[in-house]
């Protein structure tokens, strides 16, 4: 026999059915409430262990992309070339760059590049940045009399060639070769890209993102300056992201 349920016993169980899913709820929001306790504890202890660690390292930090000035070629990119080829450089690390950089140049290009490393450090050598000349204005000029070599490095990161730039470069280095024997015309881009000023004249192609950041990398460990160090570590870095 089926029994008839009146609405008091309709209300009854409406009643116990919320009384225990209220209960249930407030079971199960006291489980999360514990867990996310112990999470938050877990996330308060790895958040303050990474400001501790930024605080030691600032990772973030650069002074170049700070400044705004990473896009600049002559301003920045030359000025720091120009520095660090030249043994009298601020950074103050004498031939570390400079030999470091042709020995770079002499494994990439192979015999046609002056083979002389080990005698960089017997000579005086003379750099010079924005060389003004009746041909063009030349962004690094790396010049030893004594040993007729002559380095001459067109620089350029987002800006497009002259017109005949690399060809009238090429012109004004064959008027010195009264001085200098060995002259060596590098064409340094992002890319390593070709030339389509220089003609018929030979020239080596170089690229920032390959090319200078190898070389900057394996003088790192013959750097006894920590801020030179530094430096050379955040220009690496800015050069990875133009």
């Known amino acids: 026999m089926i029994e008839t349920l009146t609405i008091q016993d309709w209300r009854d169980f409406i009643i116990r059915y919320n009384k225990f899913t209220l209960n249930n709820s407030q ?20 958040t303050k262990l990474s400001n501790e660690i930024k605080k030691q390292y600032a990772n973030n930090f650069n002074l170049f992309l700070l400044l705004g000035v990473e896009r600049k070629e002559v301003a920045t990119h030359s000025a720091i070339l120009a520095d660090l080829l030249n043994p009298q450089g601020t950074h103050c690390q004498n031939e570390i760059f400079l030999k470091s950089f042709l020995l770079y140049c002499s494994q990439k290009f192979g015999k046609v590049f002056p083979k002389f490393v080990d005698q960089i450090v017997n000579y005086t050598w003379f750099v010079d940045k924005e060389r003004v000349t009746a041909f063009g204005n030349l962004d690094v000029v790396v010049s030893c009399p004594d040993l007729q070599f002559l380095l001459v490095i067109e620089n350029k990161i987002y800006a497009a060639e002259q017109r005949d730039q690399l060809m009238r470069y090429a012109l004004w280095m064959k008027n010195q070769k009264m ?14 890209s070709e030339s389509f000023t220089a003609h018929e004249y030979l020239y080596y192609k170089l690229s920032y993102r390959h090319d200078i950041t190898n070389w900057l990398k394996k003088t790192l460990v013959e750097i006894q300056a920590p801020r ?5 570590l955040q220009y690496i870095e800015i050069i990875t992201k133009l």
């Open 27 to 46: 079971l199960r929001f006291s489980e999360f409430k514990n867990r996310f306790g112990h999470l938050k504890t877990a996330l308060d202890t790895i």
């Open 179 to 192: 001085y200098f024997k060995k002259r060596i015309l590098i064409y340094l881009t992002l890319d390593g």
């Open 228 to 232: 030179i160090h530094e430096t050379i």
